[in-house]
């Protein structure tokens, strides 16, 4: 069989890095709200030492969206609109056509529901739309609630929510001593993985985010990659229909000085100082195992562990796929190497 056609140019995905303090005023915001994962952050004692410092409404604002979820909403919103400064977040958002906002907000589910979130997006004065929509999220962490909660607030309230703790959580972080260097790092970070000059899209997303790796979605024609300080160590993703986002933790050396413990460091020997946490570590280094099954297995709840295994996986010893936790030998064979380069001992 003969073929008669002109080959087209091959389409590929587009890399772009962002950085800007309105990335990093949101994700310190989505850190601080997280309870269920705060401990974990290598800002909560930071946080939890100045949150006496925080001006009144800004707690009450802080507790609204740890309850609502709304900081999924912010990442949504700026990813829409890009913007350099919070200032400049508050004049694009304030013209905002509300169909445009409510299409913005909504999250992507796939192709078969996206008819749906239109609709309601359309006519987002329905609540029944929001509620139909947010049942196909049933199976996720928060985004159902989040959905309904949308549907709870007007327009203006939401937009209120968003200023005024954004404007709020700026005022207070930009006073603590490290902000101006994490923005100078995270502006560097932003220049250096711009001028890489990699032709394969994948590789450069592995390679700046030091390790994830993505696999291709339908409709996905753009990634974004933003680095943050706020967040770490953890990197967190989000998509809309055509864009996927990562944000993932900037390497802490461009925020070190000599002879300082680098955090990585820190949360792997604070994981291992524990009984049932070796213990664990101990039992997944034989098969993986769900939390059901740790569960049943330690005779303890399923919150504790959960609480412990958070620990163990924040600091890389442990990994979690569709509920089945299994040890990551890579990290455990590395770790001492770690300890040795920071002390400097040559191996």
């Known amino acids: ?26 994700l310190g915001i989505a850190g601080f709200t997280h309870a269920k ?84 997006s359309s006519e987002y004065h329905r609540h029944e739309l929001f509620d139909n929509y947010a049942k196909h999220f049933e199976d ?3 985004l159902s609630g989040y959905i309904r909660n949308l549907a709870l607030y007007t ?14 959580w700026l005022n207070w972080i930009s006073k603590q001593g490290e902000w ?26 592995e390679f700046i985010t030091d390790g994830i790796k993505y696999l291709p979605e339908p409709s996905v024609w753009t990634v974004k990659l933003i680095p943050h300080v706020s967040y770490r160590p953890w990197v967190l993703e989000a ?25 990585e460091l820190i949360r792997i020997y604070k994981a291992l100082g524990d009984e049932l946490r070796l213990k664990l570590l101990y039992q997944l280094l034989k098969g993986p195992l769900s939390l059901q099954e740790l569960s049943v297995q330690f005779n303890t709840s399923k919150t504790t562990l959960h609480h412990q295994l958070s620990i163990l996986k924040a600091a890389k010893f442990i990994q979690v796929e ?7 030998l890579a990290q455990i064979n590395n770790f001492s190497g770690k300890l040795y380069q920071y002390l400097g001992i040559v191996k």
Not at 189 to 205: A, V, Y
Request: glycine share 2%.
């Open 180 to 205: 101006e260097k994490w923005i100078q790092a995270l502006g560097f970070e932003k220049k250096q993985s711009n001028l890489l000059d990699m032709t394969n899209p994948l590789e450069k997303i």
């Open 239 to 263: 998509r809309t229909p055509d864009t996927k986002l990562f944000f993932y933790p900037i390497k802490e050396e461009y925020l070190l000085e000599q002879g300082v413990p680098p955090n």
């Open 1 to 26: 069989m003969k073929y008669n056609f002109s080959p087209q140019p091959l389409e590929t995905i587009s890399v772009q890095v962002e950085s800007s303090h309105v990335w990093e005023v949101i």
């Open 37 to 120: 994962l705060r401990h974990t952050f290598e800002l909560d004692e930071k946080w939890s030492n100045e949150k006496e410092t925080m001006p009144v409404s800004l707690v009450n604002n802080l507790k609204m969206i740890e309850k609502t979820n709304f900081w999924y909403g912010l990442i949504m919103l700026q990813n829409k609109l890009s913007s350099s400064s919070v200032q400049e977040f508050e004049k694009l958002l304030s013209v905002i056509p509300l169909e445009s906002f409510y299409d913005t907000l909504l999250p992507y589910k796939n192709r078969n529901t996206e008819a749906m979130r239109k609709a309601a």
């Open 155 to 168: 327009h203006q309230e939401l937009y209120d929510l968003f200023i005024n703790t954004m404007n709020s």
């Open 322 to 328: 569709r509920g089945v936790y299994s040890a990551n």
């Open 140 to 142: 996720h962490d928060f």
